[in-house]
């Protein structure tokens, strides 16, 4: 996704960010998020925040895998195979 915004309401939003120690995507996305939540009923967007939540924890346990398996398939380059 990608948003541009007029100059200097940007400048806002990198001050904002600024001030919160974030970045300025980071802050947009905070701001998105507390809209959507502010805008539908608790339920879909908790839904939505709970897939997500889901997806997430998903990726980062294919990336372990995928790391160990890589790990248990490495031979060092200073041992040799028989």
Known sequence: MQILLD???AKLVMEQAEGQNIRATAWIRNAVY???????PASV???AEAKDEATWRES???RVQGRTSSNNEETPSNQQVP
């Not at 507390?34 to 539908?40: D, Q, W």
């Open 45 to 47: 967007y908790k839904d």
């Open 60 to 62: 980062v346990l294919r």
């Open 34 to 40: 507390r809209e959507l939540e502010r805008e539908l």
């Open 7 to 9: 100059p200097h309401r």
